[in-house]
Structure formats: C-alpha cells, structure tokens
C-alpha cells in the first residue's frame, strides 16, 4: 500500500507510539459519532501501530449474545469472499469464534486445521483474534492479520489487549448513547404535541412524526427546509417573527392562537423557547405546539355551565351551599343569604360549621363533612338528616341538610342543599296535635260505643246485688221478730211458768215468716251478692286498665293481659253475635309499648270483628259468629292475629281501609277513624306493621306486629304521648 492511500489517521498512527495510539482511541471514545465510524477508526488506528508487524487487514465483529453469534460491523481489506462467509459466526467456530467463546486471545501463525472457514486463493496469513470484554462479558472480536509465520509476540498481545480495553469503553458509551437517543427519540415520538427545530436562519433542523404528517412530509425530510415550504407567506412571516423574538431576547414565548390552516379553523397552544449548545450560546429555537380545540370548547362548555349553574342555584328557594374538607364555604347562593343572614362575600372562607348548633348537631354535621371529603367517599352521599343551625344573631331554627360531594381539581368538597323546615316543625306539631285530638275523640267515640254494653254489664249484677239486699233486709226483720219469741220463751223457762202457749207463738212466728225458706235463700243471697260485688269490680279493674290513667310514653305491658282487658270492657259488644276462641302464647315477654294506645287498637279490631259478625247475622244467619284471638312469637316481632267470621273485606276497598274517614259503615255507626288510628299508633308510633289478611274458613284477619326491641324506636311516640298526657 503506498503512502498517499494511507488515511490522515494511519499517517498520525504509524508516527505514534503506544501512548498516543491510546490516547487516539480515546478521543475516539469522547467524539460525537455513531458506533460504526468510531470503530473504523479504531481499526484503523490498531492496524497501522508502527511498532506491531500487524497487516493493514483486519474486521470488528459485535457478540449477539441472544443468537451467540458474532456479528461483521466494520473490516479493513478483508478480501471479498470473507465479507460474505464471515458475515455472521456462531462462538467457538474458527479462531475468532473460539476467542469469543473462551475470552481470551487466539494466536494462529498461519491457516492451519483451526481455520473453519475458508476459500479457494486464500493467501497464507497469521492471526491475533483479540476479545473485547467489559469484566467477564464479551462484547465483540478483533480480528487482526498477521505476516505469514508470524509467532506470537508477547509486547504485541499487551498492546492488543489494552487496546480492546478501550475499545470496550468506545462500545459501551456509543451502546449507552444510543440506547438514550433511542428512548429520547422514542419520548420525543410519542408526545401528543408537535415537536421541531430550527437554526438560527430558522431553517428547519428536525421534527417529529405528528408534525412531519401536520404538513405532509417524512420527518427526514424537512432538514434544511423553511416554513414557506409548507405555509402560506402571511403565516410563515408570523413564524419567522416569532423565531427571531424568541433567539434574539432569550426569551420563552407561549400563547394560544386561532389559527386557520388548510381550510381549517382550530386553537392551538404554542410555545417556542430558544435552543442553547453547552456554553448557553443561542443555536436556534425549539418549538412545540398543540390543538388545544376541544380543551377550549371544554373551557366554554365549563364556563357555560358554572353559570348555569350559577343562574340555577341562585333562583333555587333552598339553600345551595359547598364546602371543602376544612368545613370552609366555597360557594354561598342567594337563598343561603337570605336563610343566615350572611352575604356570600362575609362568609366565603369562613367554617360553616360555627352556623351549625354545638352538641349532636354539630358533630353530625362534622362527621358528615368528613366522610364526604376524604379519599374514597363514604356512605353519606345522597343522605338527609335533620340539624339545627343558627342564623347571624345566633337564633337557633330547624333544617334539613341533603348531602352529596363533588370532586373538583382534584379534592373531595361535600354538596349541601339546606331547607328552612321551620314552618314543617309547627305543622308537624299541629298535625300531632290534631292527631291526639282525634285519638281521644276516637276514644271518647269508643267510649260512647261501649257505655251501654257496660252499664248493662254492671246494670245486672247491681240489680240483683239490690235485690238480694232488699231480701237480706226483711229476712233480717223476719229474724230478729223470730229472736224475739225466742227470748220470751227462754224467760218463762227460768221463770218456770206455764211454757205451752209461748211455745205455741214461736212455732206460729216460725210459720208466719217461712223459716225454711229463709234457711235456704239467705246463703244463696249472699252469694249471689258476692259475685255481683266481684263482677262489678272486674268491670270497673278492667275499664282501669284498658285507659291506664296517668301513664304516659311506653312502659313493659303484657299483651296477653291486654287482650284480656279488652274483651271484658267489650263484652256486650260482642257476647250475643260471637263466641271467642283464645290461643294465647304463654311465653310471651313484655314489650314496650303505650299500654292505653295497644288496648285501643285491640279494641277497634275487635269491635269491627263483632260488626263484621252482625251483618252476617242480619243476613239470616242464626249460628253464633267467632272471633279468634292468637298470640305468638315471631322471629323479633309479637304477631297478634284478629280473625272474624264476618262478611270480609271486598277486594276493591282493601287499599283504601287504612285511609282516614273510610268506612264502610251506615252515617251515625262510624267514623272510618279506627282502623286508621290502628295503623299510625302500630306503624308510626311504635314501629311495627299491621295488614289484613283473608281468613280460609270466611271473614277477615287483622295482623299485627310489634317488635319486641323498642328501644331504637322508644322516643318515637314520645312527644304524641306526652300531648296526649297534657290533654
């Protein structure tokens, strides 16, 4: 090879020694090129090492360690057929194999029997076949030639092996720069905006794909182009301005712009910064820009709807109020205002919290906040409670809160609506009110219904109570008459006259008064009057405890008991149309419950049942009617069933015969208040069910379910009893 063929590079190797043959390699490692040019270069510079006997021939092979395979990258005169059969070589085939699978170097004087691959005028050469291993791990292969028995040469292989140190550094930093452009390359393509730069003639450098495609090119192809290759003169003067402010000022330019581009209107956001080497020169600018349409409209249709809002929370007559996880109000709407008393502006910022009543109303209220801001929500949305709140001048009135949440940016706020259920609160009170005063004329109207069955109940046994009395009295006359005999007979015995004619009177007084009759009847009389006395008492016990005077709110009762009370009290009503059937549970426990309210409604079911019995016997029907009467336990409920052999209830009325004023009575025998008193004192006040049922054998079954835990619904009927206790 003559001199002038030799490269810059080889001249600068062959006047070098060692030292600065590293020092070569080295700066290699530190440029700015692909692994390829540098490794040429490298080669180069080994080959012609002026103080090696290393001919101007020799490859580079990288190690595929998925294929174990080496792989050809660069090569110096190699001769044509070895490009092609030493393209790719598995380790441990040939001597270059064998040198990647063992790591270390392989020395071969001349082609002996190691040389694998060969071809016909392949000229006789020697070999170094040098590893390039980073520690233990195998990058590549030098291949080097060598004059035609060459022997190995120890300062040649210390030389070569320093050399395929660095050269494993030059792999290795190239590997690690390529590996960050690839991911910076591939971050770079796979950002939503458009990406470009541009040098300082705002010529264009590079760009991505999604600009390359914007304006309808390859992104290698718009190197060196400007922005009137692909603009409209008027928009790529704009650009070119921009350009020019942002390298000449240093400053950073970022606005939205409606822009119209190939027939089409969109906004965008751009933003062009200038573009600086590593000692802050200004080399030109970099640009990034996107449509930013939809997030306008997006903006517009926010916009749009806080004011809608806004319009609609302000027209709204309940308080429409927000907050933040701090209690803070973040939204006031005019009802608010008008609710409490506080402009928006005074309360704004302020914990509405201290607006809230202290004690249980505060506490819910906190809790309530809390469980709507916190991460994950909890189970308040869409609840309603009931809490007192205060107005500026810290008067106290009732609301009721409805409550849901609402994430902005980000945080949890909790969502009030608030209603003012002052006005509510009196007609609740008014409604109990007249709800007490109907349940006393309903009792009053029970009162009416049994006071003839009870005055003739009591009417009886008084009558003969008095008659027997009246008999008590002239038996007793009778008697003392007859006493009187008695005495005159015993002073003529102890006076020891003539005996024969007061003997005579007494025997005549016995006769006149009917001694006999008065031995018998006198017992009789006084038994009789003694059970009169009892069932007198009974009456009079069992009207006593069917209104339990002076008890108010709920005590234990035995529901037994009261059925008891009631059918004594009810006796008339029912002893001539209806015999009772009893299947009364033994073991039933006490309930709570208001014992005066119970009895009535035991008392409306079963005078209607001896109604329903009564029309049937006006139909014809001379057989006794039943009215059945059981008692259970059932699950955590005591079921009370109220049979009847009546008429039943018609289909199309069985909606309707809870309703207040249904009846289906004549005008003067009913109210239609009944059964509608029993369904509000069952459900409402004492949180149980009551229903009507078909009864198999004819007639109807009232059912009715108290639950045997009241204490969850003790202060339920609390405020009605109290009324009840003041009426």
Request: net charge negative; hydrophobic share 35%; glycine share 8%.
């Amino acid at each position: 090879m003559s001199e002038e063929q030799y490269t810059d590079w080889e001249k600068a190797a062959r006047e070098s020694g060692l030292h600065l043959v590293l020092v070569l390699l080295l700066q290699i490692q530190l440029s700015n090129r692909p692994l390829r040019d540098c490794l040429r270069d490298a080669l180069i510079i080994i080959l012609t090492a002026p103080f090696s006997a290393l001919q101007p021939s020799g490859a580079i092979f990288l190690a595929n360690k998925e294929s174990n395979e080496l792989e050809l990258l660069v090569e110096r005169n190699l001769a044509e057929p070895l490009k092609k059969l030493c393209k790719r070589i598995p380790f441990g085939r040939c001597l270059c194999g064998q040198a990647a699978r063992e790591g270390r170097i392989v020395h071969a004087a001349c082609v002996d029997g190691r040389h694998e691959i060969v071809f016909d005028g392949m000229e006789p050469h020697g070999h170094y076949n040098v590893p390039i291993k980073s520690g233990d791990k195998v990058l590549g292969v030098m291949v080097l030639y060598l004059p035609h028995g060459h022997e190995r040469n120890e300062e040649e292989e210390r030389f070569l092996e320093a050399a395929a140190l660095v050269m494993a550094g030059i792999i290795e930093r190239k590997r690690l720069e390529e590996q960050q452009e690839s991911h910076y390359q591939s971050l770079i393509e796979n950002l939503p905006q458009r990406l470009f730069y541009k040098d300082l003639d705002s010529r264009y450098v590079s760009c991505n794909t999604l600009y390359a495609k914007d304006i309808g090119i390859q992104p290698g192809d718009i190197s060196g182009r400007f922005d009137t290759d692909f603009y409209p003169e008027e928009m790529a003067e704009q650009f070119r301005r921009e350009d020019s402010y942002v390298m000449e000022t240093g400053e950073t330019l970022e606005q939205d712009v409606i822009r119209t581009y190939q027939e089409k209107e969109s906004s965008y956001h751009i933003l062009k910064a200038p573009l600086r080497n590593s000692q802050g020169t200004t080399i030109g600018v970099f640009g990034m820009y996107w449509d930013n349409s939809e997030e306008k409209r997006s903006q517009a249709a926010l916009k749009e709807s806080e004011e809608k809002f806004s319009a609609m929370a302000n027209s709204a007559q309940d308080a429409i109020v927000m907050v933040n996880q701090d209690e803070e109000v973040i939204f006031w709407n005019m009802a608010s205002e008008t609710m409490f008393g506080f402009q928006v502006e005074d309360i704004v910022g302020q914990r509405l919290d201290d607006w809230i009543q202290p004690g249980d109303s505060r506490d819910e209220f906190a809790r309530l906040v809390a469980e709507l801001t916190k991460p994950g929500r909890g189970r308040s949305a869409g609840k309603t409670v009931e809490l007192t709140a205060l107005r500026k001048g810290g008067e106290p009135f009732p609301i009721e809160l409805s409550v849901s949440s609402l994430k902005l940016k980000g945080q949890w706020q909790a969502i009030g609506i608030i209603r003012d259920i002052s006005e509510r609160k009196k007609a609740e009170q008014e409604r109990q009110l007249m709800e007490v005063q109907l349940r006393q004329a309903q009792k009053l109207e029970s009162i009416g219904q049994l006071a003839a069955g009870i005055s003739h109940e009591i009417n009886t046994p008084t009558q003969f109570v008095g008659d027997n009395t009246q008999f008590l009295k002239e038996a007793i006359a009778d008697l003392e008459a007859l006493i009187n005999q008695y005495q005159q007979l015993v002073e003529g015995i102890e006076s020891g006259g003539d005996l024969t004619g007061l003997i005579q009177q007494v025997r005549d007084k016995e006769e006149e008064i009917d001694l006999g009759f008065l031995n018998e009847e006198i017992p009789r009389a006084i038994d009789q009057t003694i059970e009169g006395v009892g069932r007198i008492s009974k009456i009079v016990r069992a009207m006593k405890e069917f209104s339990h005077p002076g008890v108010v709110g709920k005590v234990e009762t035995d529901i037994n008991r009261a059925i008891q009370t009631t059918l004594d009290v009810s006796r008339n009503e029912w002893k001539y149309v209806a015999e009772i059937a009893l299947d009364l549970a033994e073991d039933l426990p006490k309930i709570l419950c208001v014992p005066d309210q119970i009895n009535q409604v035991f008392l409306n079911l079963v005078v209607n049942a001896a109604h329903a019995i009564t029309d049937v016997k006006a139909a014809g029907s001379a057989q006794m009617g039943v009215i059945g009467i059981s008692t259970r336990l059932l699950n955590d409920y005591l079921e009370i069933r109220v049979s009847d052999s009546g008429t039943g209830v018609p289909e199309d009325i069985k909606g309707r015969i809870f309703d207040p004023f249904f009846t289906t009575k004549e005008v003067g025998k009913g109210t239609g208040q009944g059964l509608c008193i029993a369904y509000t004192t069952v459900v409402d006040q004492h949180g149980g069910r009551l229903r009507l049922e078909d009864n198999p054998q004819g007639g109807a079954v009232f059912v009715v379910e108290l639950p045997l835990n009241q204490e969850a619904k003790a202060d339920q009927s609390e405020d009605i009893s109290q009324l009840e206790g003041l009426e």
